[in-house]
């Protein structure tokens, strides 16, 4: 597909799965991200792949596990309340070193809440979501052509370091439509998987996917091994956008679609003669704590915007380290934040002043 198409965002989320080699989806429907299973459904048996809709989340995730394991380039997606259910599931892929890509169309809560946008599972997704010591790569498009982008990338992402991958959007990004094109990306030069469970052809020993390790010992030395690699994930895949920051003197920090709304707002108060710019996370984790650490040393200070009671505000204030203030506003439960607020907000930090 080289032309550009009018798509919803569920739906170019499993297209663009399945052009980056994905052949097999495990998944249960919940509003707001049910679009990526239904087309899973219908376009997996064309491509010769396997669409599985699972007896429950638990199950789902647990599918995928096994998938992964065999190597296979696997996704799953659901929506926040599902997510919580596959989180022990995500804390074995990754205890297992295992790569899969996992979509969080994310929804107010907490507990059933709503099937409005939200994005709330910011805590959920980038401080583990599961148990232990732990870290998923998480993706935050804000587009739906970035959207595409992003989720070819994350195959190649979660192949690279043998770790889960999560695009995290909300049900504003998976319902709306815009035009997008699928590139044929070239994609990243990747290591033989060596490592899969997949028959051994008795060319070698069996391959064993685990993730228990009875001597204290053992187990210490695989996570501090895993972190070493997270540094190298922190040098080289941080990825941020940096709008109209050279002068600015309040800078906004915020993701996914509200970064869009904060745009708008940004054209209003540069009109009024208000120098604000925006800081937009592309990876929550690693998060570009640099970005904001430079960023201080010019700004007067900082506004998070969020549609949560305030979450990635907290990684904001650790990266900025004290050196300018960092304000917060949130609107919750499924309500999108206005153009109109987020002027509001600017003005009162400078009022405060």
Request: glycine share 10%; charged share 20%.
């Amino acid at each position: 597909m080289a032309d550009k198409v009018l798509m919803k965002g569920n739906e170019v989320i499993a297209e663009a799965a399945m052009q980056a080699g994905c052949k097999l989806f495990f998944g249960y429907p919940i509003t707001p991200q049910t679009e990526i299973s239904a087309y899973m459904a219908k376009r997996m048996p064309k491509i010769g792949g396997t669409f599985l809709q699972a007896e429950s989340e638990v199950a789902a995730i647990n599918m995928v596990y096994g998938a992964a394991g065999a190597g296979a380039r696997v996704m799953t997606s659901s929506s926040s309340p599902g997510i919580s259910l596959k989180s022990e599931g995500i804390s074995y892929i990754a205890g297992s070193d295992l790569p899969c890509v996992i979509v969080n169309i994310v929804r107010g809560g907490p507990g059933l809440g709503g099937i409005q946008p939200a994005q709330s599972d910011y805590f959920q997704a980038v401080k583990g979501g599961g148990h232990g010591d732990y870290h998923m790569i998480v993706l935050a498009p804000s587009s739906i052509q970035e959207l595409a982008d992003i989720t070819q990338d994350a195959f190649d992402i979660a192949d690279q370091y043998r770790m889960p991958v999560m695009i995290m959007g909300d049900g504003m990004l998976g319902q709306m439509m815009e035009p997008v094109s699928f590139s044929n990306r070239k994609g990243r030069e990747l290591p033989e998987k060596t490592w899969a469970a997949c028959g051994t052809e008795g060319k070698r020993k069996h391959n064993i996917i685990n993730s228990l390790y009875i001597e204290a010992e053992d187990l210490e030395k695989l996570v501090v091994a895993r972190y070493e690699k997270y540094k190298e994930i922190e040098k080289n895949e941080v990825k941020w956008e940096s709008y109209m920051t050279d002068d600015a003197e309040i800078i906004i920090a915020a993701y996914g679609t509200i970064a869009r709304v904060a745009k708008t707002a940004i054209a209003t108060l540069r009109k009024n003669g208000v120098r604000v710019g925006l800081i937009r996370p592309i990876t929550l984790w690693p998060f570009p704590a640099q970005a904001f650490a430079d960023a201080a040393e010019k700004a007067d200070g900082f506004l998070t915007v969020e549609m949560s009671m305030g979450q990635m505000v907290e990684d904001v204030r650790l990266a900025v380290n004290g050196k300018k203030p960092v304000s917060f506003f949130g609107r919750t439960g499924g309500v999108i934040p206005t153009p109109d607020e987020i002027c509001e907000a600017v003005m009162a930090m400078k009022e405060a002043k």
